[in-house]
């Protein structure tokens, strides 16, 4: 059993500092779970956009509140404290936070620790991600 305190991950290379969110990413591909889970912290009065080409992602907010943008359509949605989003489409979107928004994230694969967001916004894929997961390579879309 993998018993952790997600602020043990301060200060360490699990920690990872953006312009617009701290993450701790408590739980990686090397830790074997199938996927990775992350404490993300979205800075107050930021916008994020984001597309995961290469793997799928489901977010549950904890604290804060702020916005998720659909960008295919516009269509936007209030985030506040046991919200859930599932980018089941590897859609791209927008993260506004109106007010500093903790969420909890879960990425299949899970990431192995290094990825930062590329020009898309995605992470680059794992070796191991099955055709499935890669956006136009699966039975989805
Ligand atoms: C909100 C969101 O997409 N979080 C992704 C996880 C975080 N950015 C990370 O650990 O990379």
Request: glycine share 10%.
């Amino acid at each position: 059993m993998i018993v952790k305190d997600v602020k043990d991950c301060i200060g360490t290379e699990r920690e990872v500092v953006s312009k617009t969110w701290t993450s701790l990413r408590v739980l990686l591909e090397s830790d074997g779970m199938g996927f990775s889970l992350h404490e993300t912290t979205m800075r107050e009065g930021t916008e994020t956009p984001m597309q995961y080409l290469n793997h799928l992602e489901a977010v549950l907010c904890v604290e804060g509140e702020g916005e998720v943008e659909l960008s295919e359509t516009g269509a936007n949605y209030p985030i506040k404290p046991g919200v859930v989003y599932a980018l089941d489409r590897h859609d791209r979107h927008i993260l506004r936070a109106k007010t500093p928004l903790r969420l909890i994230c879960v990425f299949n694969p899970p990431l192995h620790g290094k990825e930062v967001h590329d020009a898309s916004g995605s992470y680059p894929p794992a070796p191991e991600t099955p055709p499935g997961i890669i956006a136009g390579k699966g039975v989805k879309k």
